[in-house]
Structure formats: structure tokens, C-alpha cells
């Protein structure tokens, strides 16, 4: 998350008003005018990122990125106020999906960001296919049996679910 973070920072560019003459890193900025700073061009400095274009989530291994080197959330008095409840959505969401879910890239098109007030995609033409699990059924998501694997008993997620109906409120087509 943090590199996909780092990569596509969704608000790509921010800004900040400048109440009163002053300088910054050596740039003189006069009072009244609005300057423009971008946590995407920032995320991609060699300087500060090896390899700033490749996507490498074991660079972070070493700890917690710097805070004023890693602002997909911004940063100061007006930093995203939704920022740790976004981490701990997309993380779970990220996980439900992929536990059982492989995604595979559709066609051989590279994915491009599509520039707007904030990032988003293009449009990402995945498939969809069913994970192959070697274990001993359901890991607690879904109750549903991969279609190739031996069949096992279904486990309800709950005594008063009926049998075979698992615990998951998504359909699936068997
Ligand atoms: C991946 C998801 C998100 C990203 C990348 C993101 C990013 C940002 C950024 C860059 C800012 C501007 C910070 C600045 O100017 O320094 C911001 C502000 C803000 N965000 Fe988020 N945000 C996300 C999700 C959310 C969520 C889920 C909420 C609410 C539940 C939220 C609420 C806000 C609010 C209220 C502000 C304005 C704060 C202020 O101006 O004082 N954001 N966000």
C-alpha cells in the first residue's frame, strides 16, 4: 500500500496560500500568490528514491517513510483527516479480494494513470479467477469450494446459517 502510495499518490498535486512575502528552499514567494507542490514529482526523486519508477515494496522494508519525503496524504495544519481510516480500508479490501481472488491483467495495455483533480486509472481490464487454495478449505471469507479442488464439507460462519450457504453475502455462480 505504502508503495502504491508512493507511485500513484491519488491527489497527485496540492496547494498552499501564501499570506505574506517569504522564502522557501531558496525560492523568494510573494505574499498573496498560491504555490503548487506535487506529491507525485516529489515521490519520484532519485535523490531521495532508487529506482523511483519501479515499483518496489521491499524499499520499505528498512521502516517508516520519511515524512517529508512520503505526502500522499499531504502534510501540516491541513493533512487528510481520513488518512488512517483510508490504509485500514483499502488494506482490507485489498486482502478480502486477494485472498481468494487472482487478478490478472487483460490484454497487454500498461497501466496508465488518468490526470484529474486526482488520480485514478484509465480503465484496468482485469480477470477475475478463483485462487486455488492447497489447504484444508475455507480460510473463513467464503464458504464457496474452488472448483478444481476435492470437495469439503462447508463450514456455516454461523450455527443458524444454513448449510451450504457460508457466511459470505456475495452470490457466486458454481
Ligand atoms: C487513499 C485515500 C485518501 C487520500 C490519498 C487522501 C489524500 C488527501 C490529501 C492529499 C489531502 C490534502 C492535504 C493537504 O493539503 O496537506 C486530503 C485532505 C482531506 N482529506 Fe483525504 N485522502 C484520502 C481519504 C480520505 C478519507 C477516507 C477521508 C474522510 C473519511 C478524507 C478526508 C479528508 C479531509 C476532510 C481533508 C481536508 C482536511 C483539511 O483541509 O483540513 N480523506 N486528503
Known sequence: MTETLRL????????RAVRQDTELGGVRLKGGSTIVLSPYLLHRRADLYPEPDRFDPDRWLGGQPD???????????RKCIGDQFALTEAILA????VARWELTPVGDQPFEPKVETSLSSRGLRLRISERRTSGTGDAGLHAA???SAPAQPST??????PPGAGGCPVKHEE
Open 8 to 15: 500513484y499518490p491519488p491527489a497527485w498535486m496540492m496547494t
Open 67 to 77: 515524512r517529508a519525503a512520503y505526502i500522499p496524504f499531504g502534510a501540516g495544519a
Open 94 to 97: 485489498l486482502t478480502a479480494i
Open 145 to 147: 469450494t474452488p472448483r
Open 156 to 161: 456455516p460462519a454461523h450455527p443458524s446459517t
